[in-house]
């Protein structure tokens, strides 16, 4: 008897005990950072950049919000092909957008370029990204006057123009760059060093960020 006793009493305090006793701590999960979506060029991954950090890691680096993912794009075309791939697979919630520079070497004509380039802006209206920045064509040593040139200005007239009327925004790259010999890498003459990377992010930060914050961001 006593020893039934003395039973119920150890099994009570087993009861009590494993209602009293701390549980494990529960592991926190972080949700994933909404992703940014550079969709262009070599001058969009950064190519002699220093550590290959070109504009749109410079632009990452003030949206710590942000994961930056790149999808490497040669031209519009390219990019129409890449898009649809690329925003199933990371639903952006922030895209910027920079083609023209190979599309002018191929010498594809303005209205070709217009046509392809409502194309592709009609894959992100589709996949309904919230926010999507296009770059002008970034000056790359087009001489005043030249065919090349005019050519370029009628790519950015038609950025101008067709990007706005999707509801995004434009980022003035050419204006940012033109002209600036200093811009240009030593390597060949012809991609942004540093600091042309470096204005390019600028410009596109402007038109992302307030004018307080983009300038804090700036001189940080």
């Not at 990204?129 to 007239?157: D, F, H, I, K, Q």
């Amino acid at each position: 008897m006593l020893r039934t006793a003395m039973l119920a009493v150890v099994f009570a305090a087993i009861i009590a005990a494993a209602q009293f006793a701390p549980t494990p701590a529960t592991a926190q999960t972080v949700p994933p950072k909404p992703v940014y979506l550079a969709v262009g060029d070599s001058l969009t991954g950064g190519l002699y950049a220093t550590n290959g950090h070109g504009w749109a890691y410079m632009v990452a680096d003030a949206l710590p919000q942000y994961q930056l993912q790149i999808v490497g794009a040669t031209g519009v075309d390219n990019a129409i092909d890449a898009l649809p791939a690329a925003l199933a697979a990371h639903n952006p919630q922030l895209v910027t957008i920079e083609v023209g520079i190979n599309n002018l070497g191929q010498k594809m004509d303005s209205a070709t370029f217009l046509a392809r380039y409502v194309t592709m802006l009609s894959i992100l209206k589709s996949a309904h990204a919230p926010r999507v920045v296009a770059c002008t064509v970034p000056w790359t040593t087009e001489a005043p006057g030249s065919e090349v040139e005019a050519v370029a200005l009628r790519y950015n007239a038609a950025i101008n123009f067709v990007v706005p009327a999707f509801g995004y925004e434009v980022a003035d790259c050419w204006g940012a760059t033109v002209g600036r010999y200093d811009y240009l890498s030593s390597i060949d003459g012809f991609h942004p060093n540093d600091a042309g990377h470096r204005a390019i992010a600028d410009t596109v930060l402007r038109v992302l960020l307030p004018p307080v914050q983009w300038l804090s961001d700036v001189r940080r």
